[in-house]
């Protein structure tokens, strides 16, 4: 009853944030806003990463709010279930050298966000997940070290906190390890290192009302997708689903980088 009372108070929220909109479009818009929240997520949950890559630039197509803030809150809800699951399998020094060099970027990538205008940022925002869709599909071979981690760690910090997207530096350096390391120390990294981009953005004042609200509306999607992926875990080919995950966040990519340009004129 309470899981259906969640489902009732998202629904009237989303119609409440999409007012300016028909009531049948508000409604196609919220499902297709929990739709890709719950798909996204599922994908992190198993894999690590994803949630940012896939579901962002669909979420700033239907709604521009929902990068940064959103995105950041819900990946941190992700990666709080998955550590609390996982804490036995932790090693939490190992990434730690990655979350502090998160920070200060962080800090560069707030200060950033709030100097672009609406098109100047769908431009950044376009072009980080392009830059970061060619980079998933080659074969770049770097060092595991403290190093490499600090270098991931700092530039996640920066294009994570100004588009939302922080996991392709980070995938870079974690491509050879196992996957369910990956996944676990990059949810560790994104459970402590995300709260710092969203206080950089706080302190520099960029955070609105309308994001909190689009940031509740999404919770019951990380719900669905974290059990979604539980379900799903080693019943579902992650690597024949690569390439057409791609194929979306790169037309997605485009798509936002043409609104962006029309924005411009």
Not at 105 to 120: D, N, R, T, V, Y
Not at 144 to 165: P, Q, Y
Not at 195 to 224: E, F
Request: glycine share 10%; hydrophobic share 55%.
């Amino acid at each position: 009853m309470a899981f259906a009372d969640n489902w009732l108070y998202a629904a009237a929220m989303f119609t409440t944030l999409f007012s300016d909109l028909p009531l049948t479009t508000a409604l196609i818009a919220a499902a297709l806003t929990l739709l890709v929240v719950t798909l996204g997520i599922a994908l992190q949950a198993v894999i690590g990463i994803g949630f940012g890559l896939v579901a962002a630039p669909l979420l700033f197509l239907i709604n521009p709010a929902f990068v940064p803030v959103p995105i950041l809150i819900a990946g941190t809800c992700l990666s709080l279930i998955v550590v609390l699951h996982q804490r036995q399998q932790q090693q939490w020094r190992r990434i730690m050298p990655a979350i502090l060099a998160r920070l200060p970027g962080a800090w560069l990538g707030a200060w950033l966000l709030l100097q672009l205008s609406a098109p100047l940022l769908g431009l950044l925002f376009g072009g980080t997940l392009l830059l970061a869709v060619l980079l998933s599909l080659v074969h770049i071979s770097l060092p595991f070290n403290r190093t490499s981690l600090c270098l991931a760690g700092f530039s996640s910090g920066l294009i994570g906190t100004a588009t939302s997207v922080g996991g392709p530096p980070m995938a870079l350096v974690y491509q050879h390890q196992p996957r369910l390391d990956t996944r676990n120390e990059l949810a560790a990294f994104f459970l402590l290192g995300t709260p710092g981009s969203i206080v950089m953005l706080a302190l520099q004042g960029g955070i609105t009302t309308q994001q909190l609200q689009l940031s509740v509306a999404i919770l019951p999607g990380v719900i669905l997708g974290y059990l979604l992926a539980r379900l799903i875990e080693g019943r579902w080919a992650i690597d024949n689903a690569r390439k057409p995950l791609l194929v979306v966040s790169g037309l997605s990519a485009l798509l936002v980088l043409v609104r962006s340009v029309q924005g411009l004129g």
